[in-house]
């Protein structure tokens, strides 16, 4: 049987210890490269893009879209993705993804909390719309 002095210091005890804990940081960032936009003169008013996306360790994405089709060529390391309604799939050097201009990327992820990652993306979009537009 517990005393009162006991029931009053347990949530003492887990306050002082949720007052003790760091707030939980946001994943690292990753760093974007463009390599090249080119018009695609056979179909008026777009464009592909091609970028190199490098995740830190732990590095992530913010969910977003694209408003494009996008085609993921994985350079280095693992990596993490789905788009809304879609499964998790991880991906290693080699390996491909696709979405599509109407999909939510809601998942893209360094599969590694320790070592980089680096994948290519092709985006075949609208001339002159950005590369990723953050969504809920």
Known sequence: MKTTATRALVPLLLSLLWVGQP???????????????EALPDYPGKEAQMIVVEYP?????????????????????????????????????????????????????NASSTRPAKFLVLLLKNQGAPLLTPTK
């Open 23 to 37: 707030a939980m940081a946001a994943p690292p960032e990753p760093k974007v490269t463009l390599l090249s936009t």
């Open 57 to 109: 360790p732990g590095g992530a994405d913010p969910v977003h879209r694209h408003d494009a089709h996008g085609i993921v060529y994985v350079l280095e390391g693992s990596i993490v993705m789905a788009v809304r309604g879609g499964k998790e799939v991880t991906l290693q050097a080699g390996q491909t993804f696709h979405e599509g201009p109407h999909d939510i990327h809601t998942v893209g992820r």
